[in-house]
């Protein structure tokens, strides 16, 4: 079983950055990607960005964000140790939420993102206008 504990969040004025992290521990599994979800009040939460884990290096591989981070945020990731960040830039108030991390993949048949991993606690992220 995995459990992902992360930090970085706070508040900050609109125009500003704010880095997450996320480390993931436990035994008995393998991690292939890693990403971040956020869920505003009042709002389903909804996919940020994945980082594919392998390759040659330890910093990860290929990269994916939703829409509206992209430009803005950036992920990265120490696969060595099972860690996953989210660079913030130019963070606006609809940035505003909980921001989760998980273990994620792709589901074999429609290739669509999936949560492998159950959600940590988060941490919040409070934009100010």
């Known amino acids: 079983q995995v459990q992902l504990a992360e930090s970085g969040g706070g508040l900050v004025q609109a125009g500003g950055s704010l880095r997450l992290s996320c480390a993931a521990s436990?035994?008995?599994?393998?991690?292939?990607?890693m990403g971040w979800y956020r869920q505003a009040p009042g709002e389903q939460r909804e996919f940020v960005a994945v980082i594919a884990f392998g390759g040659s290096t330890n910093s990860g591989g290929s990269t994916d964000y939703a829409d509206f981070v992209k430009g803005r945020f950036t992920i990265s990731s120490d696969t060595a140790k099972n860690t996953v960040y989210l660079q913030m830039n130019s963070l606006k108030p609809e940035d505003t939420a909980v921001y989760y991390c998980a273990v994620m993949g792709r589901d074999a048949v429609t290739r669509n993102y999936i949560v492998l991993s159950p959600w940590g606690q988060g941490t919040q992220v409070t934009v100010s206008s």
């Open positions: 436990g035994s008995g599994f393998r991690i292939n990607g």
